[in-house]
């Protein structure tokens, strides 16, 4: 028997709020590989993932969704592929008020083609503005890249709510004209 | 996203780290190479040969996701946290150690040839790793 | 000619510089281009953030790589190098001028009696007629709101709350314009006008013409609308997947989403209204399948399409419950 695919993924550089999102979602606490930070001047924050987040959706009929974060920082990449197998979505979370945070963006869509090709990813941008949103829709589609993109608090369970609400659409119709 | 050099980590106390690692090399049989790293994945000193075709600073991300996922292994299984772990390969082993220290959390990994065994492997290993600790202690 | 030029995104230094630079372009061009300072409406727009907006020509010059084949509809991009050199000023101006003339001497559309349109489009083409610092007053039966275009940006102020009013405004159907100077301080809830517009058009009743419209064509998004800032329910996420995915009918857009088709027809009107980019090509016959030219992509083993969609509905339905 095929299993069902249930696995979702957060990537995003670090401090984009992946471990966050993951715990904001989990039914139990998420496990995670936080480790003391010790490059505080490429993100000012105590701790930060090394191997992965993991967490999960418990549903009715005891099916469970799992949510899977990668470590953000760009030396762990060798990692992003073990993490990332078998994934039918992502969500990719970007800081905007990071300095560099459009071009971070485009590297992790370059860095996980397959998600974007089949248009099963949403991006979620944090700290950011309805000028930024607008910002980011314009770039992708100067891209040719036709992704939805969301101001999302990854400490707001609603706003990630609607987000997922958006990937489930996405896989819904994916999953419809590929039957 | 460029890789900075770690913030944390002095120049002295990186060269008093190479300094022992060298040493512990030396000073056993069956040891490839040593590299120590920060828990969150970047190189401070190895005893790689330059002319391997290994990336180091790829290594340490490496040995410090392993070490992680170790850890959570561990505490998910009710066993608090981990002191290290064991990579068997047809080519000899490869081990993880964790270091910690007030100020410093490090991951010291150890490549042992073919013929090396588990005992051998982790008593060596652990003596290297103490004398790490005590660098640390000194730098403090 | 007169042209218009602006600049997006730079900071003021910056800006003084490119302000010099077309002071000194100034006797060497055909047309004659004016500096209007920073916006996204002119003929012209230097931009180093990436923007929409009301003009023809825009130069990106935001560091990122573009793809040479980009689809926009009504913007042009000429390609430049930043920082600018007054060579490349004064090409940027050539061929930004041929464009503005190729697009000023389209025949203009017929301007349509106003009161016979849905109060939507009504309030639209009013609301794209005022000016920078203008204000519109809005009257449908006893409800007022007024449209003020403010930095740029077309802004509602109300004393209801947005989806009231959008209902307010659609039942009263025809409404009542007028240009004022000064608009009542209980006027305080504050919408962009997109918001409003987006609102009122998915509950506008669908006519047998809006249908027309849409019909015999196939319709592909080629953007997401801005989510977040419009009201929006699941038949739209699933809309904005299939219609960004494949060019497709509204009949077959109306099964695929699980919805109705005037909902579709509501939904596309919304989308044109907020300026998200759709391209529609003519079908060459009613009701033919257009799922046939399916996207060559790499995807993972697809598991049984029911199984997978009974646990998309059930994560759904738990978030939703989650929720509430
Ligand atoms: N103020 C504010 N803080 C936020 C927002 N989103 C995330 N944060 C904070 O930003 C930090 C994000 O950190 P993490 O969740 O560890 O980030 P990460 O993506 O897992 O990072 P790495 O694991 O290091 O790659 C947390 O401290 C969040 O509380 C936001 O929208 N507003
Ligand atoms: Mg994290």
């Known amino acids: 028997m095929t299993p069902v695919h249930n696995k979702i993924l957060f990537i995003g550089p670090m401090g984009a709020g992946k471990t966050t999102a993951i715990q904001t979602l989990s039914d139990d606490m998420a496990a995670n590989t936080e480790v003391r930070n010790s490059n505080r001047d490429m993100y000012d924050k105590a701790t930060t993932t090394v191997a992965m987040d993991y967490g999960a959706i418990q549903l009715d009929d005891e099916q469970l969704v799992h949510l899977y974060g990668i470590p953000g920082q760009k030396h762990f990449e060798a990692v992003w592929p073990v993490i990332a197998k078998g994934a039918i979505g992502a969500i990719l979370l970007v800081n905007a008020s990071q300095p560099d945070w459009q071009n971070d963006m485009l590297y992790f869509l370059n860095a996980f083609p397959q998600l974007v090709t089949s248009g099963s990813l949403v991006v979620a941008i944090n700290r950011g503005s309805d000028q930024q949103q607008l910002q980011i829709l314009e770039l992708l589609s100067q891209q040719n890249l036709c992704l939805p993109v969301l101001l999302t608090d990854p400490r707001d369970r609603g706003q990630l709510v609607m987000t997922l609400e958006i990937l489930i659409a996405n896989l819904e119709i994916e999953t419809l004209i590929h039957e | 996203m460029n890789n900075v050099a770690t913030p944390l980590i002095s120049n002295t106390l990186r060269a008093a780290c190479l300094e022992r690692i060298k040493e512990a090399q030396s000073g056993s049989g069956g040891i490839e190479f040593l590299l120590l790293a920060t828990s969150d994945g970047y190189s401070i000193c190895h005893t790689i040969p330059a002319s391997q075709d290994i990336q180091p600073s790829r290594l340490a991300a490496m040995a410090a996701s392993f070490s992680g996922i170790s850890d959570g292994l561990a505490a998910n299984a009710n066993k608090q946290s981990a002191n290290g772990s064991i990579i068997e390969t047809g080519h000899g082993l490869l081990v993880c150690r964790q270091i910690k220290s007030s100020r410093h959390e490090l991951v010291l990994l150890a490549a042992y040839d073919k013929s090396t065994n588990h005992g051998l492997a982790l008593w060596s290993l652990n003596n290297a790793a103490k004398q790490i600790a005590n660098v640390l202690e000194h730098y403090n | ?324």
């Not at chain 3, 084949?69 to 000429?78: A, N, S």
């Open chain 3, 1 to 324: 000619m007169n042209l218009s030029v602006k600049t997006f995104g730079f900071t003021p230094y910056e800006v003084e510089l490119i302000k010099e630079q077309i002071r000194v372009t100034s006797n060497k061009t055909t047309g004659q281009w004016s500096f209007e300072g920073e916006g996204t409406d002119a003929d012209l727009v230097l931009a180093r953030v990436p923007c929409q907006g009301q003009h023809k020509v825009q130069v990106p010059l935001y560091g990122f790589p573009l793809p040479a084949d980009r689809r926009q509809q009504d913007v042009v991009y000429l390609k430049s190098e930043w920082p600018l050199r007054i060579f490349g000023l004064l090409e940027i101006f050539r061929q930004a001028e041929s464009v503005c003339t190729a697009r000023t001497s389209l025949p203009a559309s017929k301007p349509a009696e106003s009161a016979e349109l849905p109060a939507t489009i009504q309030l639209a083409q009013q609301a794209a007629r005022i000016k920078d610092g203008q204000s519109l007053s809005v009257e449908a039966a006893d409800n007022r709101c007024y449209v003020r275009l403010f930095d740029g940006q077309r802004l509602v102020l109300s004393n209801l709350p947005i989806e009231t009013l959008a209902s307010r405004l659609v039942a009263a159907n025809s409404l009542r314009f007028e240009s004022v100077k000064h608009i009542d301080s209980q006027y305080r809830t504050v919408t962009p006008l997109k918001s409003l517009l987006w609102s009122m058009q998915l509950q506008q009743p669908v006519s047998a013409n809006d249908i027309d419209n849409w019909n015999n064509k196939t319709h592909r998004l080629l953007a997401w609308p801005a989510l977040g800032q419009y009201k929006t329910s699941s038949f739209m996420f699933r809309l904005c997947t299939l219609l960004t995915k494949q060019s497709t009918s509204i009949q077959n857009a109306a099964r695929l989403a699980n919805t109705s088709e005037d909902n579709v027809v509501r939904f596309l009107t919304a989308c044109q209204l907020v300026g998200t980019p759709i391209s529609s090509t003519e079908s060459p016959a009613r009701g033919l399948p257009d799922l046939a030219p399916k996207m060559t992509v790499n995807r993972p083993v697809t598991p049984p399409a029911e199984q997978q969609l009974s646990l998309l509905q059930s994560l759904r339905n738990k978030l939703r419950k989650a929720l509430s």
